[in-house]
């Protein structure tokens, strides 16, 4: 009986083959199937495996029969292509967010996707326990409970933790708890937050996701965010993010910069290469762009030394000079 129950699963054990054993460079033929389908407990003869492979490519996979350099079968086409599961596979390496934990077993589920000899190769990119990660493990259900509630249009409440020096010079956790209104999950740089409204203030604020312990959904409904912010229809995720440096919030502004050519490429890579640039000279340009006015801000600015200097506005000019006499009296100082 379990070997009748195991034929009419014969199929399903061949689609099984196809994906974990072949590859362009791992190509079977009808008696290593066969071979192959013997360690499932199933009996095939070679007739039937030709059937079997015509069904499941009116079915839509991509088996192809070769005649060089062997003869016989693979797999063409997967739903993720090699170097598409490189680029996975770093992202969760680079994700702090993730755990080690959760990194490791997030990776191999994603060598799945590949045949056994494309897993091999990317055996290179797994996980290493070097990389500093964040120690939350419960990262997966806060974002399962975030977005249930974004769904829902429901606010939550979550325990948020701040790391603390104490007077003894040991770091130690402090928790607060808030209730907020929950709009969108954005990833930057490097960071996974959450942006909200909490209902004391009339803006929108975002926090790490790494830090939010203990999240549970109310029955009160989300204030909208077009109260707190300037976005209508729809919350801007890009626009928002985009107008933060370092996730440093703070009021919006047009801010006015002038450039060396040197740093043409940083600025197009920070603002997109649709950002319009006015010639100054020959060595420097002109930027307008909106951005929030922040500590980010400046210190993203200051990086450039001279190569960017800020025209305007007269507030953010005097935020850096501030920090610059702040720096320099700093280093001042007779030791």
Not at 124 to 134: A, E, G, P, Q, T
Not at 201 to 219: E, S
Not at 223 to 244: I, N, P
Request: net charge neutral.
């Amino acid at each position: 009986m379990a070997g009748q129950q195991r034929s009419k699963l014969k199929v399903l054990y061949l689609l099984e083959i196809f994906w974990h054993k072949t590859d362009e460079t791992s190509i079977l033929d009808a008696t290593e199937i066969c071979e192959l389908l013997r360690e499932y407990g199933v009996e095939a003869e070679r007739k039937s495996i030709y059937s079997d492979i015509d069904n499941l490519r009116t079915f839509g996979l991509n088996i192809v029969n070769t005649r060089t350099p062997v003869r016989g079968y693979y797999l063409a086409s997967r739903l993720f292509e090699p170097a598409e599961l490189r680029l996975l596979i770093d992202a969760v390496q680079a994700a702090f967010f993730i755990s080690k934990k959760k990194s490791r077993n997030l990776i191999k589920k994603l060598n799945t996707l590949a045949s056994e000899n494309q897993a091999s190769a990317l055996e290179s990119y797994l996980y290493s326990d070097n990389k500093v990660k964040c120690l939350n493990e419960d990262i997966y259900f806060t974002i399962d409970v975030i977005t249930e509630a974004i769904n829902q249009g429901k606010q939550i409440t979550f325990h948020y933790i701040k790391r603390k020096v104490t007077l003894i010079m040991a770091a130690r956790n402090e928790k607060k708890q808030f209730t907020v209104s929950p709009y969108a999950l954005i990833w930057c740089a490097d960071r996974y937050y959450l942006v909200c409204n909490h209902s004391k203030y009339d803006n929108l604020m975002h926090v790490r996701l790494d830090r939010i312990v203990k999240v549970n959904i109310t029955d009160k409904p989300v204030r909208s965010f077009e109260e707190v912010s300037d976005y209508r229809g729809k919350f801007d995720c890009a626009d928002y993010s985009s107008k933060l440096f370092n996730m440093f919030s703070g009021e919006n502004d047009i801010i006015e910069l002038r450039c060396s050519n040197a740093i043409l490429q940083d600025i197009l890579d920070r603002f997109g290469n649709d950002v319009p640039l006015k010639a100054d000279g020959d060595d420097h340009f002109l930027i307008r762009q909106e951005a929030a006015l922040s500590q980010g801000l400046v210190s993203w600015i200051m990086q450039y030394g001279e190569m960017n200097r800020v025209i305007g506005p007269q507030r953010l000019v005097e935020s850096l000079k501030n920090k610059a006499e702040s720096i320099l009296g700093l280093y001042s100082k007779a030791t």
